[in-house]
């Protein structure tokens, strides 16, 4: 019966059983693995939001965890310095991300392919550099610390893990919920026929420089969100994560579980997470781990877990 479903039946109900099992089997989780779904999460949120370049508009970034970085920085200095709130940092920082994504989004723009990327990659570098030598406001190497978790009324507050943990839930199923409608609206459909064959898009008439570059800013929106919430969970913001290393994380995150998916850039932020965490417990040089996974996936599974998955050889003959 299940083999009848169509793919999208059989998909909506695999990830409702998937937040079935995340929300109801939370408590019977240990502390260590709440923070490492927290983390997956969180930059679940973050990978998703390069899905919506990489995968559909077809612009691979390597400066997206930029966005994510200042948004963190944003609500750390709202937070600490202004006493702030949760949802005053979270509305400042957001509008602060879409701020940098659309002055970069101009500059990276103006160029295809690997000046794309060099572009992307020198911007992440510049914001990287201000985190360190803007001592005054960033706090230079030390960064900025005792970030508070958000207090959600008098009663519930998110400093225990297992709390934090449903709130980063709904936040994330928030996102994967705008971002689907996104993609499968109009313009995101449009966004792919732009990543097909932009010539042919222009030809039809369509603005394709202001599709994408409305995508950029779309996707540093999303970014930032997740830059928050990293900065509430860890309750420290440094250079470390404006760092172009990020980036390369999350461009991993979304080549791992399949690119124009949005589901698989889920897979890819929980696999490589867990395997970050186990990895770096028993290895020392646990990025070297993450680099041979990365060229494994080029050479065998081009398309991703989902793509691999999705191949009719890797589906079983039925009689």
């Not at 939370?26 to 995968?55: C, K, N, R, V």
């Not at 200042?70 to 509305?91: D, I, K, N, P």
């Not at 001592?135 to 225990?160: E, F, H, K």
Request: proline content about 4%; aromatic content about 12%; some cysteine.
């Amino acid at each position: 019966m299940a083999a009848g479903m169509p793919r999208g039946t059989r998909g909506i109900l695999l990830g409702m059983a998937a937040v079935l099992a995340m929300a109801l089997g939370a408590p019977f989780l240990s502390e260590y693995l709440l923070e490492s779904l927290a983390q997956a999460l969180i930059w679940g949120i973050a990978a998703m939001s390069l899905d919506l370049l990489l995968g559909y508009a077809g612009l691979p970034s390597l400066g997206h965890a930029t966005y994510m970085g200042v948004s963190a920085y944003a609500a750390a200095v709202v937070m600490t310095r202004f006493h702030g709130g949760f949802f005053g940092a979270l509305g400042v920082a957001v509008l602060l991300s879409a701020v940098v994504a659309a002055l970069f989004g101009l500059l990276a723009l103006r160029a295809k392919g690997h000046y794309f990327l060099l572009i992307t990659m020198a911007l992440a570098m510049v914001v990287w550099g201000l985190a360190y030598r803007w001592v005054s406001l960033t706090n230079g190497d030390n960064g900025i610390v005792d970030i508070p978790r958000p207090q959600l009324g008098a009663a519930w507050s998110l400093g225990p893990i297992l709390h934090f943990y449903y709130f980063t839930l709904l936040c994330f199923l928030i996102a994967l919920a705008l971002m689907l409608f996104f993609v499968r609206s109009p313009f995101g459909l449009t966004l792919v026929g732009i990543r097909e064959s932009e010539s042919r898009m222009r030809a039809l008439g369509y603005n394709t420089w202001l599709h994408k570059y409305l995508a950029f800013i779309v996707a540093g929106v999303f970014s930032g969100v997740s830059g928050v919430l990293w900065a509430t969970y860890n309750g420290f913001v440094s250079p470390m994560d404006v760092d172009v290393f990020g980036s390369l994380e999350a461009l991993l995150m979304v080549a791992l579980g399949g690119p124009g998916t949005l589901v698989g850039a889920c897979i890819g932020s929980a696999v490589l997470v867990v395997l970050k965490n186990v990895v770096s417990i028993y290895f020392q040089r646990w990025m070297t781990i993450m680099g041979i996974i990365f060229i494994l996936t080029v050479y065998y599974a081009p398309d991703g877990i989902l793509g691999y998955f999705r191949r009719p050889s890797a589906r079983p003959e039925t009689m």
